[in-house]
């Protein structure tokens, strides 16, 4: 690799590079990216902080003296804490059968795996409601039984189970193709059982790209407002994530509060982005 | 052939049937649910939902404003990974990682940042305003909030295509008297056209779901900066199921119609692109 590059012109040695219409086309482009960035992405990070400690540091721990923000805080850690292991358990199954095998169908299964990206987060709430709400398909058997699952804890760990279905399986699926299945047929072949050829041969191929989809899944799984925001019934204390709380927050004018949560929030994707960024480092791409 | 080829490696059982169970009662069990709650409804209350002209300001809204901010991300989308991909500057890596941004903060917190900046007193609304331009609260707010949460998508749908042109190409191109422009139109353009759809339609496909980042910035008066996502939430908040899962299912059948169309625009321009290499 590096001894081809060396043959290949570097960028000063290519035609035309010197001409000011380069340059300028150079610069043009520089500065439109940034400041696009700038005005989209940077200004409402800033913001966010700037807000968030605008009336002092204490302004901004007394936000989370508030027992209902630890709630809200609470309530998006144990929704996580479900949510992503029952995913990332989902998405090594499904990689497994879907790489090491081929069989009919597979394209489609694959497909519809994806399925709920393609879904907006409030209809994703809404399937819920539609099968456990009020007059939903089992509303009445659920209240007949006195259980709760819309406007309860149930709901939101399903709604964002939903939203977040997909993250381990597909960054695992196309990782588990690419690595193949050589070490796993000598493994089984010289006596292996299944369980220690998958926990000493694949999972540490595949370990980056796993711990790669789970923190996507987290970060999302965190953040989530629309799927949640139908299921949860927005009861204080009670059923308010982290993101819904800002809402409240928000539209109460508390404004200090609400980006003080959100402050949280915005260093969760930050942390989120670093992670992604050395897992990069060790060679492996995201899909 | 059998249902699968056969293997040495265990387990196809197991994850096979855990993978379809689970798929089943997550995913599917539930969509069936919402096209049975359509489908129950008389046809001429269906309609009466679908076509009210409540809910068609909101499909102008929200497809109208998807396919804005797609387009804007197609253009700056393009320049964004030329310039990581082409030229080194200081900061290069770390923008790099910040294009993701969008993908890892979550949508309310977009929303009230978003908002906050663009508001009459904000950082960037108050240079807006004495030029007359409004944006929180207009649909312009809404197309910018939708531009920025589906920006990575375009992007990153680009930036591997610009790596695969041949620069061999552009150069020899260019010694041989090509003008730049005409090397972009000739040699760039048709190696990333296709990248710049799939952005296009990954851009839209988000934008026309999302919900979070818009409700801070919309306003949210009915006809004029009310989403489609948002009309479901208030029928839902009425109890009316029926409604709701009608206004869902007109969404997802036109979402994966454009989806389908962009598909079929793509799977054509790579066959007249193969024909014409060939000729």
Not at chain 1, 67 to 77: C, G, Q, S, V, W
Not at chain 1, 161 to 178: K, S
Not at chain 2, 77 to 91: C, D, H, N, S
Request: aromatic share 12%; charged share 10%.
């Amino acid at each position: 690799m590096s001894a081809v590059s060396k043959l290949l012109p570097t960028d000063a040695a290519r035609p035309g590079q010197h001409t000011w219409l380069h340059s300028i086309v150079r610069w043009f482009f520089i500065a439109v990216s940034l400041t696009f960035l700038a005005a989209v992405l940077l200004a409402p990070l800033a913001t966010v902080f700037a807000m968030a400690f605008a009336k002092g540091v204490e302004a901004y721990a007394r936000a989370f003296a508030d027992p209902d923000t630890a709630a809200a805080i609470r309530l998006t850690l144990i929704t996580a804490a479900v949510v992503v292991p029952v995913n990332t358990v989902f998405g090594l199954a499904a990689s497994w059968a879907i790489a090491k095998f081929e069989f009919r169908g597979k394209s489609v299964l694959v497909t519809l795996i994806d399925l709920p990206l393609a879904i907006s987060p409030v209809i994703s709430g809404m399937l819920f409601v539609l099968l456990f709400g009020l007059h939903g398909w089992f509303g009445v058997w659920l209240q007949e039984h006195d259980l709760s699952i819309i406007f309860a804890l149930p709901g939101i760990m399903l709604a964002t189970m939903f939203v977040t279905f997909p993250y381990v399986a597909r960054e695992l699926i196309p990782l588990m193709q690419q690595v193949g299945n050589d070490e796993e047929e000598a493994a089984i072949t010289l006596g292996a059982g299944g369980w220690l050829t998958f926990f000493r041969v694949t999972l540490p191929k595949v370990r980056w790209g796993l711990v790669y989809g789970m923190v996507l899944c987290n970060a999302r799984a965190m953040g989530e407002f629309g799927a949640v925001s139908v299921v949860s019934g927005h009861i204080r204390g009670l059923t308010n994530t982290m993101p819904l709380h800002i809402e409240i927050l928000y539209n109460e004018y508390n404004f200090v509060a609400a980006f003080a949560v959100a402050s949280l929030l915005t260093l969760l994707a930050v942390l989120t982005l670093g992670v992604k960024t050395l897992v990069e480092r060790t060679g492996y791409r995201g899909h | 052939m059998s249902l699968r080829a056969p293997s040495v490696l265990p387990g196809f059982g197991l994850t096979f049937g855990f993978t379809t169970f689970f798929l089943s009662a997550m995913v599917l069990l539930p969509l069936a649910a919402m096209v049975l709650a359509a489908g129950s409804m008389h046809w001429s209350d269906f309609v009466h939902v679908v076509f009210s002209a409540r809910a068609l300001g909101s499909y102008k809204l929200s497809f109208g404003a998807s396919f804005l901010a797609a387009s804007i991300n197609v253009v700056f989308g393009f320049i964004i990974a030329w310039t990581l991909v082409r030229y080194e500057f200081p900061g290069r890596k770390l923008i790099d990682a910040l294009i993701d941004m969008p993908f890892a903060l979550p949508t309310a917190v977009s929303g009230i940042a978003l908002t906050t900046v663009f508001a009459q007193s904000g950082w960037i609304g108050r240079y807006l305003e004495p030029l007359g331009i409004k944006v929180a609260y207009t649909w312009l707010g809404v197309t910018l909030a939708l531009t920025l949460i589906s920006m990575p998508f375009a992007v990153r749908a680009v930036q591997p295509a610009l790596l695969e042109v041949q620069r061999d190409l552009e150069d020899a191109a260019e010694t041989l008297g090509a003008g730049r422009f005409y090397v972009f139109r000739r040699i760039i353009l048709p190696t990333v056209l296709p990248a710049l759809l799939t952005g296009f339609t990954l851009s839209f496909a988000r934008a026309v779901g999302e919900y979070g980042s818009v409700i801070f910035i919309a306003g949210n008066l009915p006809m004029k900066t009310e989403i489609t996502p948002l009309l479901i939430v208030i029928h839902l908040e009425q109890f009316d199921y029926q409604g709701a899962a009608a206004l869902g299912l007109v969404m997802l059948v036109m979402s994966f119609t454009v989806l389908f169309a962009i598909n079929l625009l793509q799977a054509w321009g790579r066959r007249r692109h193969l024909l014409g290499a060939n000729s």
